[in-house]
Structures are given as C-alpha cells and as structure tokens.
T-cell receptor, first 115, second 110 residues
C-alpha cells in the first residue's frame, strides 16, 4: 500500500540496549524526518534528511543515529537506550518544495518504552 | 521563550459553538505557516496552510498577522468530530525546519 509506514508500532526495551525504528515511504519524497512527541513538549525534531545520504541534526539529536542509503527508508537508531528516550516517535516525509507544497505526511508512530 | 506558543487549553465547547485558537511565533524569518490536527494516539495531519491574506476552508478560517507574529484558527459550527488537538506549525528559512507548537486540545460536547 502507498504511504508512510513505521515499524514496530510498539516496542519495550531495556536501558543500554540498541533499538532501531524503521520508516518507509512509497511517494519518493525527498525529505524525511524523525520527531519525538512528549507531554509538555509537543513534537521535537530529532533528525531530518534532504535526500539519500544527506542527513542533518534537528533540535534533539543526542543519543540517536540515522542513515538514509535509499530514498524510501530512514531508520532511526538509539545506540544505547535511556529511560528519557521513552516517547512516541513519528516519522514524516515531504516533497520539500518550498512555497509549493510543504505538507508533511506522518507515519502512525512508534510507542517506545525504555525500562 | 518557546519558538511557537499556543493557547494552553483545553477548550470544552458545545456543539455548534465558534471557537478560536491563537498561536504566536518568535522568529520573524518564518516562511510558511500551517495548522495540523492530531487525534488522540494518532499521527498529525495537515488541516490547512495559512496564507498572508487569510484563507477559509469550509467551517475553518485561518489568519496570519506577520507584524504581530500571530496566527489564528477559527472553527465555526463545531462538530463532535472536531474534537482533537490542534497544532500550530511554523517553517523557518528555506530549508525544512518545521517547528511545532505544543498544541491546543479541543473537546466538542454534545
């Protein structure tokens, strides 16, 4: 099916473990984003990517690693999970054409709990 | 000071009421403005873009005041299905630096 998907939808892990959240989009959008959403903070940008092999830090990148070897995939890795990384993670994509179409399309989210 | 601030809410209104949400942003270099809607435990979805001249989409009206760095969303004739959190979003510069406000929750009551 076309769209943007995330996996897993729910994940429970332990402090210190490595976790990878997957994001896949079928629109061939240039831009992809990772956000985390926490009560009291709203959505905060972790990393974004303008194209394959081009990534950049957002507001809260510490403790996270991203890669983008293919346009359609943008995995987010927590190298050593901490309890403060318990959150809902949203992946998004957009065409990235400023002043033409900047709508971001979001995946369904991954609820991550770090014990 | 947060870059994008919104009415703290929640707003509890009866069906048929008119409700207005306010949003202020701190960076005058902002390029584009949006309202997103987020249902409980779901992903955000674009409600409408906000244009300089103001724009309307059915029961929804968005206004932008660049001089005051202020955005508003007006919902007329509220429906039960309008119950959600409304997110004000500002795009800075010519990149893809979207900044989300914390959201304002609306509950439309029967």
């Amino acid at each position: 099916d076309a769209g943007i998907t995330q996996s897993p939808r729910y994940k429970i892990t332990e402090t210190g473990r490595q976790v990878t959240l997957m994001c896949h989009q079928t629109w061939s959008h240039s831009y992809m984003f990772w956000y985390r959403q926490d009560l009291g903070h709203g959505l905060r940008l972790i990393y974004y990517s303008a194209a394959a092999d081009i990534t950049d830090k957002g507001e809260v990148p510490d403790g996270y690693v991203v890669s983008r070897s293919k346009t359609e995939n943008f995995p987010l890795t927590l190298e050593s999970a901490t309890r403060s990384q318990t959150s809902v993670y949203f992946c998004a994509s957009s065409e990235g054409l400023v002043l033409v179409n900047n709508e971001q399309f979001f995946g369904p989210g991954t609820r991550l709990t770090v014990l | 000071r947060k870059e994008v601030e919104q009415d703290p809410g929640p707003f509890n209104v009866p069906e048929g009421a008119t409700v207005a949400f306010n949003c202020t942003y701190s960076n005058s270099a902002s390029q584009s403005f949006f309202w997103y809607r987020q249902d409980c435990r779901k992903e955000p979805k674009l409600l409408m873009s906000v244009y300089s001249s103001g724009n309307e989409d059915g029961r929804f009206t968005a206004q932008l005041n660049r001089a005051s760095q202020y955005i508003s969303l007006l919902i007329r004739d509220s429906k039960l299905s309008d119950s959600a959190t409304y997110l004000c979003v500002v795009l800075y510069g010519y990149g893809q630096n979207f900044v989300f406000g914390p959201g304002t929750r609306l509950s439309v009551l029967p």
